[in-house]
């Protein structure tokens, strides 16, 4: 057999060489899946996903969870026409159910539970109710997926260290963290700021955005004692979740809401407002 030095290495002598070296540490291992993506041994979406496997276990539950001011409850009190509108409402599957006040989650109810509801007066919620879990908000996101794979659960409530509610986290939180959220258009990329200037303009800002950051591009004056993000502090001025398309002025600023659901406030528009007299 003819061995010539200068003779670059076949496809099977490259994977084989690629798959035989042994990684000693996370960060090699990344390395050695982007460079297994370079050579077309695997393609984007599957690394993407591979590297959010790997990084689930290094997210705890409270980067991931709804926050306790975002949760959608139910009161064990409430008439079941005030149940069944907020759930047509919302859309959700669950909803934990709470009694008198959100650090007492009594239990869960699944919204498929109300087609079996005889509207004739004699409706008990209590007896509907599935069992709530409860895990504390440092909690691995792999060791929680295991968990819901295990238990069949889909929900779960977060506790802080003083056993308070602090959120709640669903197995989509999880997953998305994993294979990433459906993207709309009103989304940023993954790698742009936080706030954008766009044409007319105005600026597109995320809600995560730091009040701090955001102070310091459009010279506003925002406290961040009660809250740290701009999302935070368009929740605690209305005392809920804003909808899609509606208007907030504070702070000299008009804040336009792009993109929320029941949930969550994502994107807001923002600009100077024309009403500038409310100090924020």
Same mark, same amino acid.
């Given at each position: 057999?003819?061995? &010539?030095?200068?003779?670059?290495?076949?496809?099977? @002598?490259?994977?084989?060489?690629?798959?035989? *070296?042994?990684?000693?540490?996370?960060?090699?291992? !990344?390395?050695?899946?982007?460079?297994?993506? @370079?050579?077309?041994?695997?393609?984007?979406?599957?690394?993407?996903?591979?590297?959010?496997?790997?990084?689930?276990? @290094?997210?705890?539950?409270?980067?991931?969870?709804?926050?306790?001011?975002?949760?959608?409850?139910?009161?064990?009190?409430?008439?079941?026409?005030?149940?069944?509108?907020?759930?047509?409402?919302?859309?959700?599957?669950?909803?934990?159910?709470?009694?008198?006040?959100?650090?007492?989650?009594?239990?869960?109810?699944?919204?498929?539970?109300?087609?079996?509801?005889?509207?004739? #007066?004699?409706? +008990?919620?209590?007896?509907?109710?599935?069992?709530?879990?409860?895990?504390? /908000?440092?909690?691995?996101?792999?060791?929680?997926?295991?968990?819901?794979?295990?238990?069949?659960?889909?929900?779960?409530?977060?506790?802080? /260290?003083?056993?308070?509610?602090?959120?709640?986290?669903? !197995? @989509? %939180?999880?997953?998305?963290?994993?294979?990433?959220? !459906?993207?709309?258009?009103?989304?940023? %990329?993954?790698? %742009?700021? &936080?706030?954008?200037?766009?044409?007319? #303009?105005?600026?597109?800002?995320?809600?995560?955005?730091? !009040? /701090?950051?955001?102070?310091?591009?459009?010279?506003?004056?925002?406290?961040?004692?009660?809250?740290?993000?701009? #999302?935070?502090?368009?929740?605690?001025?209305?005392? *809920?979740?804003?909808?899609?398309? /509606?208007?907030?002025?504070?702070?000299?600023?008009?804040?336009?809401?792009?993109?929320?659901?029941? *949930?969550?406030?994502?994107?807001?528009?923002? +600009?100077?407002?024309?009403?500038?007299?409310?100090?924020?």
């Amino acid at each position: 057999m003819d061995i &010539n030095p200068d003779k670059q290495p076949g496809f099977f @002598e490259r994977l084989s060489s690629l798959l035989l *070296r042994e990684p000693e540490d996370r960060e090699q291992l !990344i390395k050695l899946l982007h460079s297994a993506h @370079e050579r077309d041994l695997l393609d984007a979406d599957a690394l993407s996903i591979t590297e959010g496997a790997l990084a689930a276990s @290094e997210i705890s539950v409270r980067d991931v969870m709804v926050p306790r001011a975002q949760m959608q409850v139910i009161d064990i009190d409430d008439p079941l026409d005030e149940i069944i509108a907020q759930v047509n409402h919302t859309a959700h599957s669950r909803f934990p159910v709470i009694g008198g006040n959100r650090d007492n989650v009594i239990g869960l109810l699944l919204a498929k539970d109300l087609l079996r509801v005889q509207s004739d #007066g004699k409706f +008990s919620l209590r007896e509907w109710l599935r069992p709530a879990v409860f895990i504390p /908000e440092s909690k691995r996101l792999n060791v929680l997926l295991r968990e819901f794979r295990v238990s069949h659960n889909h929900m779960a409530v977060v506790l802080d /260290e003083y056993a308070g509610v602090c959120g709640l986290v669903t !197995i @989509e %939180d999880v997953l998305e963290q994993i294979v990433g959220e !459906i993207e709309d258009e009103y989304d940023f %990329d993954e790698d %742009d700021d &936080n706030i954008q200037l766009d044409q007319g #303009g105005r600026y597109r800002v995320k809600a995560q955005t730091s !009040i /701090e950051d955001f102070n310091a591009l459009l010279g506003t004056r925002f406290s961040n004692e009660a809250c740290n993000t701009v #999302g935070g502090l368009i929740l605690n001025h209305l005392g *809920r979740v804003p909808k899609r398309n /509606e208007a907030i002025d504070l702070g000299g600023m008009h804040f336009l809401v792009l993109r929320a659901d029941s *949930r969550r406030l994502y994107t807001l528009l923002v +600009s100077a407002a024309l009403n500038a007299d409310d100090p924020g």
